[in-house]
């Protein structure tokens, strides 16, 4: 009998194995009919704006904010919506906020450094053997790779919220959804309960880079490469991990190319060109320019660079604490890190690892899914044998002015003052996510109410206050804003604060602000917040050349667009949460998430209160579940 074999790449694709999972669905089956982010009622914007800026604003500042608020209900603000309306309309393909949200992003002259990219800490290996810098780099890379061929090849199952998994996470589901045709595919899955998610940020995951610019970056995309980049200390490494015909190099084989370079001593003497990262984009743009034009091999690395599937670091240091792991992911000392790749994945000395990612191309859906189909992956394998292959990693070459190494001496002195300014805290809760089930309230809104109280209890009183809601139910949805800080969580505060109101009562207000948190949320993901249809009112009246309309202009709409407590929710069993840092000089970012065994916060700002925040955001949550306990009937 003949067995047919590949003779092409793509067959040798269609029939290589290696891939995290092979879907019934095709990957973005679901695409083309996605529902399309609602535009909301002006009315309804309006009046919760209103209900935002309250808490957070003098009883004079929110009057002001009423007859603004009146005067553009009746006046511009119809015809500003009107305008948005039908400039949405034009653009069916996408959502009324997407081009704006990245040409924010692109637009921005701030470093991308800390300023912008988050990161996201990965579990260690549940195998001791494969914790070591060299197996869990080498892991993680693999896995990586064969997460990218599943992309790549759309044998990823389609990102999809099973309401009723009874139902929807079924074969006969998945074959009868694959028959459907995709013009309609998206309305028979939501009519059993499973509501597919939008997945156009994928397509920037791996091979792209965000380039900079004068005035404004791009975002580049290099479909046919091949190979990753290493950083060690100074220096970076280049070697392929996908063959001609587009399958992926033995797993021992990125083993030996990881031996190899770690073999290599660590430059951790000299300036790395990852500083330049850290510069402000105008800055970096035209250092960019410069160094391209001053060496003979510096555009053919950079291009190597910009164009590997993604980025590695092998981190020096050796953090243990919470607090060093979350810094040393955050910052590194900008040497080793290039902060422009969509993703650079990072392995400290000691084996830990996470994943830090550029912001501009996506909000994290695609990110989350990678790391968790990664890690899941990853600790399938066992540790893979050392020496069986020849390495052959090339080092990349870069000839440095003088007007180049003064650039990069000036950004290590900056960035060095700037890490330094930069406090981190990390705390760990025995409060754990069984309280939701146990006391019948939703733990996220515990969490977030924990926070506005262990605020609340340092400063005494209340502050704009940012959550981060995905829009990913739509297409090209981006985000929305869950302004947390509500009448019902100044109330509640105000409660746990007085020494005569009752534990019954501080648990009525407990529940009626964690209640109105969860009503914002899922006002939120179903694209029903104010911030963005606020910000493309705004921008409406920019491109029709009006005068800005007086509610933009007033201290209290300041007050709201300078966030305090800038707050982001992780859980995941794979994931040990994530950290960013503080959006202006007075913030707070806190990364928080709470699991089975647990609940911690990583807090990240310049102000010297750092650690009372830190302690009473632990004491905050350990009280709050305290008025639960005692009130539980």
């Known amino acids: ?48 704006y209103l209900l935002a ?10 009057k002001a904010t009423q007859r603004e608020v009146e005067a553009f209900r009746t006046g511009l603000g119809p015809q500003l919506h009107d305008a948005l309306v039908a400039r949405d309309k034009a653009s069916p393909e996408t959502s009324y906020i997407n081009k704006w949200w990245f040409e924010m992003y692109v637009r921005d002259r701030q470093p991308v450094a800390i300023n912008v990219n988050p990161q996201i800490k990965i579990k260690d290996d549940p195998n001791p053997a494969k914790n070591t810098q060299n197996q869990r780099a080498a892991s993680l890379i693999a896995s990586s790779v064969r997460f990218f061929r599943t992309l790549r090849d759309k044998q990823l199952e389609p990102d999809v919220f099973h309401t009723k998994p009874q139902h929807s996470k079924t074969a006969l589901f998945n074959n009868v959804m694959k028959m459907l045709p995709e013009a309609i595919s998206f309305y028979g899955a939501a009519a059993v309960g499973a509501y597919p998610l939008d997945m156009s940020q994928y397509k920037n995951l791996f091979q792209s880079t965000r380039v900079p610019g004068i005035g404004e970056d791009s975002l580049q995309v290099f479909p046919d490469s091949k190979h990753i980049v290493v950083q060690r200390g100074s220096d970076f490494f280049k070697f392929d991990v996908l063959k001609a015909d587009g399958t992926a190099v033995a797993d021992a084989e990125i083993l030996a190319q990881i031996d190899a370079i770690l073999a290599t001593p660590a430059n951790l003497t000299t300036n790395g060109l990852g500083l ?11 250092a960019r320019a410069h160094l391209i034009a001053s060496g003979t091999n510096n555009a053919a690395s950079l291009r190597d660079i910009d164009s590997a599937l993604f980025m590695v670091t092998l981190e020096h240091a050796a953090p ?21 790749k969509s993703f650079q994945l990072l392995v400290a000395a000691n084996g ?39 390495a052959t990693a090339s080092p990349l070459s870069f000839t440095f002015s003088d007007e180049t190494k003064a650039t990069l001496a000036k950004a290590h002195a900056t960035y060095e003052a700037w890490t330094k300014r930069l406090l981190i805290e990390t705390v760990e809760t025995p409060v754990t996510k069984a ?11 515990v969490m977030q109410m924990a926070i506005q109280l262990a605020h609340f209890r340092l400063h005494g009183h209340f502050v704009s206050t940012y959550e981060s809601a995905s829009t990913a139910a739509f297409k090209h949805g981006r985000t929305e804003t869950i302004r947390s800080c509500t009448n019902e969580a100044v109330a509640f505060c105000t409660a746990m604060e007085n020494a005569s109101v009752s534990v019954g009562d501080q648990a009525s207000a407990l529940r009626s602000a964690v209640k109105k948190h969860s009503e914002l949320t899922k006002n939120g993901v179903m ?107």
């Open 1 to 48: 009998m003949k067995v047919l074999r590949p003779t092409t790449p793509a067959l040798a694709r269609a029939f290589s194995s290696g891939y995290v999972q092979k879907t019934v669905i095709p990957t973005y089956h679901f695409q083309k009919s996605l529902m399309r982010l609602p535009v909301p009622k002006l009315e309804d914007t309006l009046n919760r």
């Open 53 to 62: 800026v309250q808490p957070v604003v003098s009883p004079d500042e929110f």
């Open 276 to 286: 330049m990262t850290t510069l402000g984009r105008d800055e970096w743009a035209n």
């Open 320 to 340: 243990e604490s919470d607090r060093d792991i979350s810094r040393t992911f955050l910052t590194g000392n900008g040497s080793n890190h290039w902060f422009d």
């Open 352 to 390: 830990k690892a996470s994943v830090n990612f550029e912001h501009s191309w996506g909000d994290g859906v695609a990110v989350l899914r990678y790391l968790n189909e990664m890690y899941t992956d990853s600790v399938k394998h066992n540790p893979l044998p050392v020496g069986e292959r020849s």
């Open 435 to 445: 309280i939701g089930a146990t006391h019948g309230i939703g733990t996220d809104g």
């Open 527 to 633: 694209g029903q917040g104010c911030d963005r249809h606020l910000f493309g009112l705004r921008k409406m009246a920019e491109i029709e050349g009006l005068e800005l309309p007086g509610l933009y202009t007033l201290p209290s709409y300041q007050t709201m667009s300078h966030i305090i407590l800038s707050t982001s929710t992780l859980s995941s069993p794979n994931l040990d949460g994530g950290s960013f840092g503080p959006v202006n000089e007075d913030c707070y970012g806190i990364g928080y998430g709470i699991e089975s065994i647990g609940s911690m916060f990583q807090l990240a700002s310049y102000r010297h209160d750092l650690g009372d925040m830190r302690d009473l955001l632990a004491k905050s949550v350990q009280d709050i579940e305290a008025v639960l306990v005692a009130t539980k009937k």
